[in-house]
T-cell receptor, first 112, second 115 residues
Framework: DTGVSQDPRHKITKRGQNVTFRCDPI?????LYWYRQTLGQGPEFLTY????????KSRLLSDRFSAERPKGSFSTLEIQRTEQGDSAMYLC??????????FGPGTRLLVL | KNQVEQSPQSLIILEGKNCTLQ??????????LRWYKQDTGRGPVSLTI?????NTKSNGRYTATLDADTKQSSLHITASQLSDSASYIC??????????????FGKGTHLIIQP
C-alpha cells in the first residue's frame, strides 16, 4: 500500500498525558498537512510542511501542540498535557506541490 | 471571510435512487473546487477537482458541476449504492499557496443509502 499511513489508528489517554501521532506520506510528496476533525465538521487545518520546513501554523495549534518533519519524510504531531477538548480525529494529508491532497485514515483520539 | 456552505446537512435515500448535494462558496480568488468522499472513521478521498474553466466533471456515477458566476457546485450521484453512504465534503481552494489560506472545507453532507 503506497498511500498515506497514520499510526496509531486509535488512542485513548487520560487528561494531562502527552500523546504523539505519526504520519507517513506518499513517498514522492513534498508537502505534508495536519488537520483536526470533530464529529459533524469538516477538517480544520493545523499546520503544513514543505519538505522539512514547517511553513504555516493555524491559530488552532496552541503551544501544547508541536509538529515535526525532521527529514522531510514522516511527520509527528505531539500534544502535551492533553485536554478533553483535544478529542478528535487527527488527519494527515500529503501532496506533490499544490496538487490534490491525499488523506490518511486518521488517528482518533479520545481524552478521558 | 472565505466560507463553504453545504446542503443538505444530511440526506437519506433508497438504494438505486439519484441524489444531488449542494455547495455554495464565498472564496476569493477562486482557484479550484474539489469534492471528497469520507467514509465513517476514514480519511477523505478525492472524487473530482474542477478549475474555473470547467463546469462539469464525472467520475463513474459521480458528476460534479460548477457555476463560477453564482459560486455554486453540485455533486450528483446516480443509481446510488449502499457503499455511497458517507460524508461528502466540498473543498474550495483560494490560491495556489496551500496551507490555511489555500483550502476552505465545508462541513460535509452526511448521506445514508437505505436498502
Amino acid at each position: 500500500d503506497t498511500g498515506v499511513s497514520q499510526d496509531p489508528r486509535h488512542k485513548i489517554t487520560k487528561r494531562g498525558q502527552n500523546v504523539t501521532f505519526r504520519c507517513d506520506p506518499i513517498s514522492e510528496h513534498n508537502r505534508l498537512y495536519w488537520y483536526r476533525q470533530t464529529l459533524g465538521q469538516g477538517p480544520e487545518f493545523l499546520t503544513y510542511f514543505q519538505n522539512e520546513a514547517q511553513l504555516e501554523k493555524s491559530r488552532l495549534l496552541s503551544d501544547r501542540f508541536s509538529a515535526e518533519r525532521p527529514k522531510g519524510s514522516f511527520s509527528t504531531l505531539e500534544i502535551q498535557r492533553t485536554e478533553q477538548g483535544d478529542s478528535a480525529m487527527y488527519l494527515c494529508a500529503s501532496s506533490l506541490g499544490v496538487g490534490t491532497q491525499y488523506f490518511g485514515p486518521g488517528t482518533r483520539l479520545l481524552v478521558l | 471571510k472565505n466560507q463553504v456552505e453545504q446542503s443538505p446537512q444530511s440526506l437519506i435515500i433508497l438504494e438505486g435512487k439519484n441524489c444531488t448535494l449542494q455547495c455554495n462558496y464565498t472564496v476569493s480568488p477562486f482557484s479550484n473546487l474539489r469534492w471528497y468522499k469520507q467514509d465513517t472513521g476514514r480519511g477523505p478521498v478525492s472524487l473530482t477537482i474542477m478549475t474555473f474553466s470547467e463546469n462539469t466533471k464525472s467520475n463513474g456515477r459521480y458528476t460534479a458541476t460548477l457555476d463560477a458566476d453564482t459560486k455554486q457546485s453540485s455533486l450528483h450521484i446516480t443509481a446510488s449504492q449502499l457503499s455511497d453512504s458517507a460524508s461528502y465534503i466540498c473543498v474550495v481552494s483560494a490560491s495556489e499557496g496551500g496551507g490555511a489560506d489555500g483550502l476552505t472545507f465545508g462541513k460535509g453532507t452526511h448521506l445514508i443509502i437505505q436498502p
